[in-house]
Structure formats: structure tokens, C-alpha cells
Nanobody, 121 residues
Framework: QVQLVESGGGLVQAGGSLRLSCAASGSIGSIRAMGWYRQAPGKQRELVATITSGGNTNYADSVKGRFTISRDNAKNTVYLQMSRLKPEDTAVYYC???????????????WGQGTQVTVSS
């Protein structure tokens, strides 16, 4: 099995920065895309940013220019550097990864348990 463990959430004032990390562990053969999603109270989960194994990135319009996604393939870890945070960025942030287990052929989608990010005004 695979576990995704997020860290780095917390409380920050508007205009501040936070860095989220998500490490994948288990019987991993390879990982394709990794990404971050978020869910605010009363809203649906939405994409924040994704990154392929080759480093191609995709961002939600609401975070372009403020957030940067990166990954360390050797460590099976994805990061989200969040800058110029706004109160509307407040949400639970979830890590996501497309993983092929070491003894399997197909890829499956895995999710972390989430980390809370709260931005005060």
C-alpha cells in the first residue's frame, strides 16, 4: 500500500507564506503526477496545482503567481510553496498522487489526509 503524509500547514497572516510538504511511502514502483487540492468549508474540493514526473506544472488561476509546486522524485515528495496568502486560501489542503505499486502494472490515485491552512485577515 501507499501512504501520503502532508505537513507544513498552520495559521498565517494575510500576505504571509507557508510551505507544504507531502511524502509518499510504501511499495512504490513509480509516481506519475502529484498535486495539491484544497477544500474550504461548504465548498467542493478544487485543484490547486499539479506537477508531472518530468516537471510540467499546472495551476489554478486563483493561485498563479503566488504558489509554486515542486517535487523531489528521489524522495517521492511534492512541495507547495505558498506566498502572498489571502484569507480565501483558507482550506484543508490535500496531497494527491498517481502511483504504480512495485508489483503492479496499473496506476492508482492516492490521497493524503489533509493539512489545515488558515489565513487570517
Amino acid at each position: 500500500q501507499v501512504q501520503l503524509v502532508e505537513s507544513g500547514g498552520g495559521l498565517v497572516q494575510a500576505g504571509g507564506s507557508l510551505r507544504l510538504s507531502c511524502a509518499a511511502s510504501g511499495s512504490i514502483g513509480s509516481i506519475r503526477a502529484m498535486g495539491w487540492y484544497r477544500q474550504a468549508p461548504g465548498k467542493q474540493r478544487e485543484l490547486v496545482a499539479t506537477i508531472t514526473s518530468g516537471g510540467n506544472t499546472n495551476y489554478a488561476d486563483s493561485v498563479k503567481g503566488r504558489f509554486t509546486i515542486s517535487r523531489d522524485n528521489a524522495k517521492n515528495t511534492v512541495y507547495l510553496q505558498m506566498s502572498r496568502l489571502k484569507p480565501e486560501d483558507t482550506a484543508v489542503y490535500y496531497c494527491n498522487a498517481d502511483v504504480r505499486l512495485a508489483y503492479k502494472i496499473s496506476y492508482l490515485e492516492y490521497w493524503g489526509q489533509g493539512t489545515q491552512v488558515t489565513v487570517s485577515s
